[in-house]
């Protein structure tokens, strides 16, 4: 087709828009969005717009579609001196562009050890031994025979919010928590492949790894094997990605991420802990006397306002508005999301809309009237279990500051008058 | 075949479980026949893992340091190795065999695993013998020093969350709220992060 589209960043005019809004004020932001109304009225109407009279592609044009152009922006961001390389490192999902609670799938979030396995699943092979009455190999149309389940849950790194251990570091959500996703998991039981194998008696852990190069192990006690783990193939019904794990992967509902192992190629049950790499030197929480926690597997009850946040400000002026924001608990259900305005004095109750699924990222909104004030914006979840968000502060007098991981604590914003938005600590 | 509902997949063989199944514990299961002197080790970790973690394990730019940082764990800034952090060998063992040299994991025989990680203790001043053979059999008398400083997770007794108590909701803080940092300052967040530009 004749292009005749803007082929200007999308991000550089809501860039410009603000900057224009910051040099003169909220209040001139609204005026330039209006500027297209004149006497006779906006050219968008009264004059006939290209799309509206040359025709659009085709439906062969894009077999497998991907979003608009205008939404280039959308997209996973990394940060560079965060890890040594890119092959064993982190990238993070753009929560700020987002709303409901399922992430697209080309936009969540990577972690991987050895980069990203290519393996075709006629090549992928699932083995369990150890404790068990017969070990078995699977192929994965072998797998694909057991009975199915459908699950949605949250995907979230230990380490996510770890650089603010200190503070304030990174500015924008994305950055700050976006090492989560979530997604329907298509797959069968753990359960159900562990009956197949026969666990014995004394088979009181199971450890799966994965086909990559790092060869990821972690210890996992029988009973949350037996409980709700799933041996997945599929993401918001299709095949997962092959940096999700393709074409196999192991869910831990509700456990941090690194437990979730990729490329999953092998379970073997034993009756004691492995203590490998990834549960001695990493994701053991340091506290300031010196001593670590280990097998801290469960990801407490968290949230965080998607928007505003420092990458998406206020560029409407005075008014109604949106405040939206996500929360989790590996506990369980979300029951309950506060909002405060005021760097947590006062709090309002706000509202949670759409599925409230079990170890599941659930979406809130508080909708208020902004008055072109200053604005320290927090969110505080509660699960169905009665624990709340913990504050920064509590978490560090409890651990210190260098826990790395399982930094769940309540994130402020500094919404300023020209609508810019920070990450701030308040003391 | 004993088990299964189902009768799906087939029974593994005694090869496929070998080939696959490498894993060790504290315990020593999994440990394979084999030695390796310090001496050996040296060499070995010159070819194959210095470019990365340095001559002496001291971590080349940001990769990870695998020696030194002797009571440091309390320290603002704590350096967390082999010799100062890891509770157990095992550990040392595994992980090299199974994924190490980054980018050519699998590569290195038992005995090259057994010599490397006698060095790494000798690099952690752990073993100082340079004339020192790990083997299978004398792996489960060496302890690393920090063996005993894990214990299990007990965040559910921290304060925040063993009240369980209803939060405040109004007047909850006696002084004006005040902002005591901002990411700002430091700006480290990447060019293209969003609409920063303010």
Not at chain 1, 18 to 27: C, I, P
Not at chain 1, 340 to 350: C, E, F, I, Q, V
Not at chain 2, 114 to 139: H, I, M, Q, R, W
Request: negative net charge.
């Amino acid at each position: 087709m004749t292009e005749t589209k803007d082929k200007g960043s999308p991000s550089l005019s809501r860039r410009s828009l603000l900057k224009a809004g910051l040099a003169t004020g909220g209040a001139a932001v609204a005026g330039v969005a209006a500027s297209g109304a004149r006497a006779e009225g906006d050219p968008l109407i009264t004059e006939i717009q290209d799309w509206n009279r040359y025709l659009g592609d085709g439906v062969d044009a894009a077999p497998y579609g991907l979003p608009s152009e205008f939404e280039a922006d959308v997209v996973r961001r990394n940060v560079p001196w965060l890890t040594a390389d890119a092959v064993s490192s982190i990238n993070f999902t753009p929560l700020h562009e987002l709303d409901g609670i399922i992430t697209p799938n080309g936009l969540c979030f990577e972690r991987h050890h050895g980069g990203v396995a290519q393996i075709r699943p006629q090549d992928h092979r699932l083995m369990i031994n150890g404790l068990v009455d017969t070990p078995l190999v699977f192929t994965m149309e072998d797998l694909k025979r057991f009975p199915r389940e459908n699950h949605v849950y949250f995907l979230e790194c230990a380490a996510n919010g770890g650089m603010e251990w200190r503070g304030s570091q990174l500015n924008g959500c994305q950055f700050t928590h976006g090492m989560v996703h979530n997604v329907m998991y298509t797959g069968v039981k753990l359960k159900t492949l562990l009956e197949e194998a026969g666990v014995k008696t004394n088979g009181k852990w199971v450890m799966p790894e994965g086909a990559d190069a790092s060869a990821m192990t972690r210890s996992i006690p029988m009973e949350k094997a037996l409980d709700d783990c799933l041996v997945a193939w599929k993401m918001n019904g299709e095949a997962l990605r092959p940096e999700q794990g393709y074409p196999l992967r192991l869910a831990v509902p509700g456990w941090e991420g690194n437990m979730w192992v990729k490329w999953l190629r092998r379970l073997e049950v034993g009756d004691e802990p492995w203590h490998h790499r990834e549960e001695t030197s990493k994701y053991t929480d340091l506290l300031a006397n010196g001593k670590a926690r280990r097998f801290t597997w469960v990801m407490d009850p968290k949230s965080v306002i998607t928007s505003p946040s420092p990458q998406m400000p206020i560029s409407h002026g005075e008014g109604p508005m949106v405040i939206s924001g996500l929360a989790w608990s590996g506990n369980g259900r979300i029951t309950r999301v506060d909002v405060s305005l005021d760097g947590g004095r006062n709090w309002k109750t706000a509202r949670l809309d759409g599925p409230s699924l079990s170890k599941s990222l659930h979406r809130f909104y508080l909708d208020i009237d902004w008055d072109g004030s200053e604005m320290l914006l927090q969110s505080r979840a509660m699960d169905e279990h009665g624990f709340y968000q913990p504050t920064k502060n509590e978490l560090r007098a409890a651990r210190g500051e260098n826990s790395i991981y399982h930094n769940n604590g309540i994130q402020t914003w500094y919404v300023q008058k020209n609508g810019a938005v920070e990450n701030v600590e308040v003391g | 075949r004993e088990s299964g509902i189902f009768k799906l997949g087939r029974v593994a063989t005694q090869d496929e479980i070998a080939a696959w199944d490498i894993d060790v514990r504290p315990d020593g299961q999994g440990l394979p026949e084999g030695s390796g002197s310090v001496a050996d080790g040296e060499v070995l970790f010159a070819d194959n893992c210095a470019v990365c973690h340095g001559d002496f394990g001291e971590g080349v730019g940001r990769w990870p340091v695998l020696a030194g940082g002797h009571d440091s764990l309390k320290d603002d800034r704590p350096e967390k190795t082999i010799g100062s952090y890891w509770p157990y060998l095992s550990t040392v063992y595994d992980y090299v065999r199974r994924a190490m040299p980054f980018g050519n994991a699998r590569s290195m025989s038992d005995d090259d695993v057994y010599a490397l990680t006698a060095y790494l203790l000798y690099l952690n001043d752990v073993v100082t013998d340079e004339e020192f053979v790990l083997s299978k059999e004398n792996f489960l008398e060496v302890r690393l020093p920090n063996e005993e400083n894990f214990f299990m997770d007990d965040r559910s007794e921290e304060p925040h969350y063993a009240s369980k108590s209803e939060p405040c909701m109004t007047n909850c803080k006696a002084d004006e709220v005040k902002i005591t940092m901002r990411a700002r300052v430091l700006d480290v967040t990447p060019e293209d992060g969003g609409d920063d530009d303010a």
